[in-house]
């Protein structure tokens, strides 16, 4: 499990619920890709997920409603 330093992960989000809906999203994104490519991942997911929202490889969408505050 990674323990990431929360501020780092909410740099560019406004709130968790949308950090963890956007990383939710990221590692389905991977797992699909992986099937497709017919590949076995050792790392899980979500881990991957983090790491490229960390990387700036992913950004996370918020609403309108978000972003104004």
């Given at each position: 499990m990674i323990n990431q330093?929360?501020?780092k992960l909410l740099?560019?989000?406004n709130s968790r619920y949308s950090l963890v809906v956007g990383t939710a999203k990221r590692a389905r994104e991977i797992q699909?890709?992986?099937i497709a490519r017919e590949e076995h991942i050792d790392v899980k997911t979500v881990s991957l997920a983090i790491e490229d929202i960390l990387d700036g490889k992913y950004v996370v969408e918020e609403p309108d409603e978000l972003?104004?505050?």
């Open positions: 330093d929360l501020k740099k560019d989000c699909d890709e992986a972003k104004s505050k």
